[in-house]
């Protein structure tokens, strides 16, 4: 710990700076110094992030710079703006940090290959949000710490102090601004944690590739032999269910990059949602949860302090941060070698797609740029159709080149490395929403275990006449009869027509990204089957 730290050439003059703080000196701070930290009786530090409980990506904006503007994918995703802007909002945020008389700054590094690591510096007013990206980066040894120099990027957090409204290009009192040509992030209005994480992994989602390494928004976990699975999927698909495997080592759980040696996780740490959570349900989430952990935006009793964790009245999006060490069968270093099987995890609601199937490589590249899952609307009475969603590369909001860029490099290394991708569902079958039921979970590991033992890859397939993949006819643990989703529906027609709508979604979805896409991939996608 460095009470003196010298800030100034960032234009900072406050007299108490702690540098990379352990722990408990952290939960001292939060408890002296922020009224909404509290100790719970799991031994987490809990504290809340006010009016933004997650991210804002209407309001993340990146610099638009000469060096740098030919390789970002501008749109809705990534929003212009002007250098002259950015440095007003730095400015902003650097004059609130002055006014605070004390700072935490965190040294870490992100990317746990040597060889293509960055160093990160994250300069904050809230102990909870330096506590969280302690856990979040990868902690420097003391000779690490010693050795640290300049970083790479610095994240200046003045959350608590809201952005002038009245600014060029900003839409509201937040503000999360990124330039990669001065390696700075400027976040104003939100303390959301969450914004400092995204905005790492967005920062690796353009060095990586200028570098020939693919980052992924994805967990990974390996085998007893050393093979590597990769698992991508909305919230709500399992994706992190289903890689915390008992009988395989945890990479990661959320950030990846692969490279020509292998893969290595971006992250020091996971940040996962709590809601609901069970020791039966998620026992290694829920035993990471101890001292050292931060609890965002939970509910606990004011006496006991016991957490509920069914409480959503903050919001449903609670999360709890720890360091990876945390998980018992975590690979510590997080690196491992080339993925041999991909998974795809889709919770499909229209209970169309089948419980596996076997992907060509432009099948992998369609739907790793569709990003599909889907659900039912609950937010509206009465809503009971389901709601199709995309998110390109499984991760669209932290993307910063073109989708096919990743898709590309996705593709090219699972023909180098003879990777296998699979598509899975772990939705419905029976029928869509209020017909169907959900494909059990235990059907689901099967399948997953059938493919990491490579059985999978050795069972007849049949190839769908719509989607063109090709679908297993027998699993071991599984039943026969759910594998081809047709089957299972009483109407068969009805079949028929809610796959051609779902076939229609995905192919309204591609449209924005045909332009960038060879033709190859653009025709890998389902069709339309007149019946």
């Known amino acids: 710990m460095n009470t003196t730290m010298d800030l100034r050439n960032y234009g900072l003059h406050v007299p108490h700076v702690l540098r990379n703080p352990s722990p408990a000196v952290l939960y001292e701070e939060a408890v002296r110094y922020d009224a909404r930290a509290a100790i719970v009786s799991s031994g987490a530090l809990a504290c809340t992030s006010g009016a933004k409980t997650g991210r804002s990506p209407a309001d993340k904006r990146i610099v638009e710079h000469p060096e740098s503007q030919e390789n970002i994918w501008w749109g809705p995703i990534n929003i212009p703006l002007d250098e002259h802007t950015f440095l007003i909002n730095r400015e902003r945020a650097l004059d609130y940090l002055n006014t605070r008389e004390r700072l935490y700054v965190i040294d ?30 990868i902690r420097p040894t003391r000779e ?31 503000s999360v601004d990124l330039s990669f040509e001065r390696g700075e992030m400027v976040i104003l209005g939100t303390e959301y944690a969450g914004e400092m994480k995204k905005g790492i992994f967005t920062v690796m ?17 390996e085998g007893p032999d050393g093979d590597v699975t990769l698992f991508f999927g909305l919230s ?44 039966e349900g998620e026992p290694q989430i829920y035993n990471a949860i101890r001292f050292g952990t931060v609890l965002e935006n939970v509910v606990f009793d004011p006496e006991t302090r016991e957490v509920d964790y069914a409480d959503a009245s903050i919001t449903e999006n609670t999360r709890a941060s ?4 945390f998980i018992d069968n975590a690979k510590i270093p997080c690196m491992g070698g080339h993925p041999r099987n991909i998974i795809f995890l889709a919770y499909d609601a229209f209970g169309v797609l089948p419980p596996v199937a076997r992907l060509t490589p432009e099948q992998a590249m369609y739907h790793f740029i569709s990003g599909y899952t889907a659900k039912v609307a609950g937010t509206e009475v009465g809503v009971t ?19 096919f860029k990743y898709a590309e490099m996705l593709a090219e290394r699972m023909r180098r490395h003879n990777t296998q991708a699979w598509l899975i569902n772990t939705g419905l079958t029976g029928g869509p929403y209020g017909v169907g039921h959900r494909i059990k979970l235990a059907h689901t590991r ?10 999978l890859a050795e069972v007849p397939t049949v190839v769908d006449e719509r989607f063109g993949f090709a679908i297993p006819t027998r699993c071991p643990g599984v039943p026969e009869e759910i594998l081809q989703p047709r089957n299972t529906w009483s109407d068969p027609a ?24 060879s033709r190859e991939v653009a025709e890998a996608g389902p069709r339309v089957v007149k019946v």
């Open 446 to 455: 099967a399948i997953i275990d059938a493919i990491h033992d490579g059985t």
């Open 108 to 137: 870490g590094f992100a990317g746990w290959d040597p060889k293509y690591r960055i160093k990160v510096r994250v300069i904050c007013e809230r102990p909870y949000h330096a506590l969280f990206m302690h856990n979040m980066l």
């Open 385 to 403: 159709e389901p709601q199709a969603t995309f998110s390109a590369c499984f991760g669209a909001a932290f993307l910063v080149w073109h989708p």
């Open 494 to 517: 009805a079949y028929d027509e809610m796959a051609d709508r779902l076939a229609r979604l995905f192919a309204q979805n591609f449209e924005k990204y045909r332009a960038g896409c």
């Open 322 to 325: 720890y360091p990876i060490e």
């Open 236 to 279: 709500g698909t399992g994706k992190t269910t289903l890689s915390a495997d008992p009988k395989r080592r945890l990479i990661g759980d959320d950030e990846h990059c692969w490279t020509d040696e292998g893969v290595f996780n971006i992250e020091g740490g996971c940040y996962a949602k709590v809601i609901n959570l069970s020791p």
């Open 144 to 174: 690490e710490l010693a050795q640290f120099g300049e970083p790479d990027y610095v994240i200046f957090n003045a959350g608590r102090f809201p952005a002038n409204r009245y600014t060029s290009h900003m839409t509201s009192k937040t």
């Open 205 to 221: 989602n353009y060095l990586m590739p200028l570098r020939g390494v693919l980052s992924m928004h994805c967990s990974a976990n």
